[in-house]
Nanobody, 121 residues
Framework: QVQLVESGGGLVQPGGSLRLDCAAT???????????MGWYRQAPGKQRELVAD???????NYADSVKGRFTISRDNAKNTVYLQMNSLKPEDTAVYYC????????????WGQGTLVTVSS
């Protein structure tokens, strides 16, 4: 099993920056099998959507709405994924969730508890 703990959310003014961290812990077999890690977000009244994801080798994928403003990165030695968010807009306000995909035994997805990001003046 894998547990994901997010941190770094909060209140920021438009144009500001925040960094989200997500650390994975759990059994060695599952941790070593983590392939994709990513960030999703869910705004009030909307569906959860992909923000960005990154493979173990570092290939990244971004939602069009955050390209050029957000950067996802990963430290495999620390089992941690980061989301650097710059030039934040009010429409970025949402609960941000971390996801990890493991391939030990079978395909499984694990989710963090979410961290709230509020962009407001």
């Amino acid at each position: 099993q894998v547990q994901l703990v997010e941190s770094g959310g909060g209140l920021v003014q438009p144009g500001g920056s925040l960094r989200l961290d997500c650390a994975a812990t759990g059994s060695t077999v599952y941790i070593n099998s983590i392939s994709m890690m990513g960030w999703y977000r869910q705004a009030p009244g909307k569906q959860r959507e992909l923000v960005a994801d990154i493979t173990r080798s570092g290939s990244t994928n971004y939602a069009d709405s955050v390209k050029g403003r957000f950067t996802i990165s990963r430290d495999n030695a620390k089992n941690t994924v980061y989301l650097q968010m710059n030039s934040l807009k009010p429409e970025d306000t949402a609960v941000y969730y971390c996801k990890a995909v493991t391939t030990a035994y079978s395909y499984r997805e694990f989710w963090g508890q979410g961290t709230l990001v509020t962009v407001s003046s």
